[in-house]
């Protein structure tokens, strides 16, 4: 099924070129702050790209001829990254019954589990800075490269809030240790602190140089297989939640690597392999 037309958004906007969808936050005038809108509006728009994504459908192309999508990428206009959530919004919060606030929260956390778990392979963009809810874009993304001046905190225990609904992509990104002592400080990092936890992926000199890095990570990720791609990230969400016992484990790798290697992607890459050519993938991921 194809999806509908790109959604309409206000705050944030969605471009396509050719297999890379690029969203862009563009409520400048509070520091692409996070309000009802603009969460509602990158959640539909990660929705949407993750139904027109080769990992969800399974092929390259769409029915219009079209690429489907392989990458992600999100970028900020304007000084700073993402100033977390709109102090307006939290603030509000007061007046609200618990089902309202728990509903605020379920949005909130549609947009975070909406990137992690999203097909295509994501990269984050970040400059100025990343604070609570913007940390937690950051997190929830597969490749972060930063600018040099940017500045990461997990900051709402100054605000005497919790990083509750940012937590586990925190927690998965960073381990217990450096998730717990960020949340408990709560104070800013810079962007060489943030590479040396991990938070961050690289750091680059100038936004000349950023756009470099995103190209040279997305022709990376193009040599790959799409629906393989997409398999590695389903495959870690199931090893952070496995509760069964070495043995289960063992038995479900092996029927993942049989059925990866007998699928035809699979079979696409070995057989290029073998024969000294491309794959398919690799020739049609920016047609269109």
């Not at 909130?108 to 800075?129: E, M, N, S, Y």
């Not at 937690?136 to 040099?148: M, T, Y």
């Not at 937590?167 to 998730?179: E, N, T």
């Not at 750091?203 to 990570?217: I, L, N, P």
Request: net charge negative; glycine share 12%; proline share 4%.
């Amino acid at each position: 099924m194809t999806p509908g037309p790109i959604p309409e958004t206000e705050l944030c906007r969605l471009e396509l070129d050719g297999a890379v969808a690029n969203l862009t936050l563009d409520r400048t005038d509070v520091f692409n702050a996070l309000n009802a809108q603009i969460i509602s509006e990158m959640a539909r728009v990660l929705e949407w790209t993750a139904e027109r994504s080769v990992g969800n459908t399974g092929e390259l192309l769409s029915a219009d001829g079209s690429p489907n999508l392989r990458a992600l990428v999100i970028r900020s206009e304007g000084k700073h990254f993402c100033a977390g959530a709109d102090i307006n919004m939290m603030r509000d919060g007061g007046g609200k019954t618990p089902g309202e606030n728990r509903e605020d929260s379920e949005r909130l956390d549609r947009l975070f589990h909406g990137l992690w778990a999203h097909p295509c392979f994501t990269i984050a963009c970040v400059q100025g800075v990343a604070l609570g809810g913007g940390a937690g874009l950051v997190a929830c993304s597969d490749h972060v490269i930063a600018e040099p001046k940017t500045r990461i905190a997990l900051s709402e225990a100054k605000l005497g809030i919790s990083a509750a609904v940012i937590g586990p992509y925190v927690h998965r990104r960073l381990g217990s240790a450096g998730f717990r002592r960020l949340a408990m400080l709560a104070s800013r990092i810079g962007s060489e602190e943030a590479l040396r936890i991990g938070f961050v992926d690289e750091v680059a000199g100038s936004a000349e140089d950023m756009e470099g890095s995103v190209s040279r990570v997305i022709a990376e990720v193009m040599t790959s297989g799409p629906i393989a791609v997409t398999s590695a990230k389903r495959m870690v969400a199931e090893l952070d939640r496995w509760e069964g016992d070495d043995e289960s484990l063992r038995s479900w790798t092996l029927d993942l690597t049989s059925k990866m290697r007998g699928s035809p992607e699979g079979q696409e890459g070995l057989s290029a392999f073998l024969d000294g050519r491309k794959p398919a993938w690799s020739r049609e991921d920016r047609e269109g």
